[in-house]
């Protein structure tokens, strides 16, 4: 049997609709059949996370291929440890998908890539999961870095001097009050003792009435008193 050589081989022409088909092969090889290629960049608080790959892969139930989400994710800055993105998708038929999916208990380190396969299932069955697309978009939700971790305990920091130095500024707020009250009822006292000491030096001030008795008799007249006085000598009187 007659087989070329190597320089025959080489000799041969290859046209270039050969070289482009060998070429997507090759492609589509590395890709594992997978197309609708998506290059997404999300801002975040603590950076950029950055989304490359595709949304489709091969199907022997769908002719366009099925959709998953399929690709690494990349960050920029932080050190994430949980990430929820949603994934939009807008059909030819004029429909949109929504999937949202969460990256937890992860270490994804500042331009370190982190692999990401994920199917993604209709909930609508009027709009199977098929290739049909016409755009998409990547939206970051919400997540957990180390950053933000950092950023929350010194918030939680803050929150508690911040309750701290209420509560103390509100008890000394109380104590001066207190304080307050002391001196005012202290104030009064000493101005009703005064007042009784005032009056008890003007009635000193006053000429007495000594009579030898325990009791006295003020009578409207002189005439008056000297009867009320020879009465007490008298016997049986009460």
């Not at 104590?175 to 003007?202: C, G, N, S, T």
């Not at 009635?203 to 003020?218: E, H, Q, T, W």
Request: aromatic share 6%; net charge neutral.
């Amino acid at each position: 049997m007659w087989l070329p050589s190597r320089q025959s081989l080489l000799a041969w022409p290859i046209s270039a609709a050969t070289a482009i088909l060998l070429l997507s092969g090759l492609l589509m090889i590395a890709q594992g059949g997978r197309t609708h290629h998506v290059d997404a960049e999300m801002e975040t608080r603590d950076g950029k996370l950055h989304f490359d790959g595709y949304l489709c892969r091969p199907s022997p139930l769908w002719k366009t291929g099925a959709l998953e989400i399929y690709g690494t994710l990349t960050g920029d800055a932080a050190t994430w440890r949980r990430a929820t993105i949603q994934a939009t998708v807008s059909r030819a038929d004029g429909s949109t998908m929504e999937q949202a999916f969460t990256l937890g208990d992860v270490r994804l380190q500042p331009w370190k890539s982190m692999h990401i396969s994920i199917p993604v299932m209709s909930d609508d069955s009027a709009h199977p999961t098929d290739c049909n697309i016409v755009s998409s978009s990547f939206k970051f939700l919400r997540g957990i870095s180390e950053a933000s971790i950092a950023r929350e305990a010194a918030e939680d920091t803050e929150r508690e001097k911040r309750l701290y130095e209420e509560d103390l500024a509100l008890k000394q707020a109380e104590e001066a009050a207190r304080q307050r009250d002391i001196k005012v009822k202290a104030l009064a006292a000493k101005k009703k003792a005064d007042a009784a000491a005032q009056e008890a030096a003007r009635i000193a001030k006053l000429p007495r009435l000594v009579s030898g008795r325990a009791y006295a008799f003020l009578g409207s007249d002189r005439k008056c008193a000297e009867q009320f006085q020879q009465a007490l000598t008298m016997d049986g009187l009460e």
